[in-house]
């Protein structure tokens, strides 16, 4: 009897060692990466069993004793990925130390909201609809911009980390707070400039040009028709204003330049209301410092470089333009 009684301890102990080691030991039982999302609530016998399901490990046991061996351990909610061979122990950690997966959202520069909807529109976990409510929401920014009417112009073109528990709310927050970081960068506190009509002014600049260069030059020009009083003309501001009324057709029309929207600086003289788009560094930088230029218009070079003839006059203007369109036809 007692003999009995040592070779099934003996046992005992050899299936314990056995089942300790595998904690330890790599398993892969998937051929491509599989990813679980743990809600908040979910047991560890649950997790146990999808984690089992789906090859992440060999047996559900293996990841409750792991649990029991590391019972001070939180494990967090979240999405996982994985991609690789790993053992129990090592998966226990990563789900203790909350290692979610993350979605990567890129942001260009120049995008306004409407475009960061649609960017926000490819993850099946965030809505559009809800991107936009909370983007024409600018409370969160108004102790910096207090005239601010939505977030547009302080959601940052940046990349972003999201996971499935990310809100829109939260999104709005990650982009206005790496525009704060940015703006304290590259304001001078010692000459403070209203914020509003700055990044107003940086927006239509990102959207006139994508040469780096240009962009202290155009703000020039903005800068000196607004101390003539002279309308700027900026056609962004016009293709903007139709996509507030819900009516912009991919070019402007006749109809868009007579729209008598706030934002159609065609119409009205001085800035728009408000900023266009979201610009990135380069045209903050040029809109707090423009270049002292005597330019009053710019226009497209036909060269395909994306850069602009400037031009002091009407008369020198209307022979740019004109010899843009031979160029063109």
Request: hydrophobic share 40%; with cysteine; aromatic share 10%.
């Amino acid at each position: 009897m007692r003999r009995l009684l040592f070779a099934l301890l003996f046992l005992v102990l050899i299936a314990a060692a056995v089942g300790y080691m595998s904690l330890n030991a790599a398993y892969q039982g998937f051929h491509e990466p599989v990813i679980l999302d743990f809600p908040r609530g979910t047991s560890t016998q649950t997790m146990a069993d999808e984690l089992a399901q789906s090859g992440v490990i060999r047996y559900s046991w293996q990841f409750l004793l792991a649990r029991v061996i590391n019972s001070g351990k939180r494990l967090q909610a979240g999405e996982y990925r994985f991609a690789n061979a790993d053992s129990p122990s090592n998966i226990l950690d990563r789900i203790a130390r909350g290692d979610v997966f993350f979605y990567e959202l890129t942001v260009p520069e120049g995008s306004n909201m409407f475009d960061i909807s649609a960017i926000v529109g490819r993850f099946d976990f965030l809505k559009p609809s809800d991107f936009l409510r909370a983007a024409r929401d600018p409370s969160s920014i108004h102790d910096l911009a207090p005239h601010a009417r939505t977030l547009e112009g302080y959601l940052f073109p940046a990349s972003y980390r999201i996971t499935r528990s990310t809100t829109v709310e939260q999104l709005c927050a990650m982009m206005t707070s790496q525009f704060r970081k940015q703006w304290h960068a590259l304001e001078d506190p010692l000459h403070p400039q209203p914020v509003n009509e700055t990044v107003t002014l940086a927006s239509l600049v990102e959207k006139e040009t994508a040469v780096p260069a240009e962009r202290p030059m155009v703000a020039s020009v903005y800068e000196n028709r607004l101390r003539q009083g002279m309308a700027l003309d900026c056609d962004p501001t016009t293709i903007y204003a139709a996509l507030l009324d819900e009516r912009y057709r991919g070019v402007i029309h006749r109809s868009d330049l007579n729209n008598d929207n706030a934002y159609n600086t065609y119409r009205h003289a001085g800035l728009p209301p408000g900023p266009i788009a979201n610009p990135g560094v380069a045209s903050l930088k040029a809109a707090l410092d423009p270049a002292e230029t005597n330019y009053f218009y710019f226009v497209a070079k036909a060269d395909g470089s994306g850069g602009h003839q400037f031009s002091r006059t009407i008369e020198e203007h209307n022979l740019a333009v004109e010899h843009y369109r031979r160029a063109i036809r």
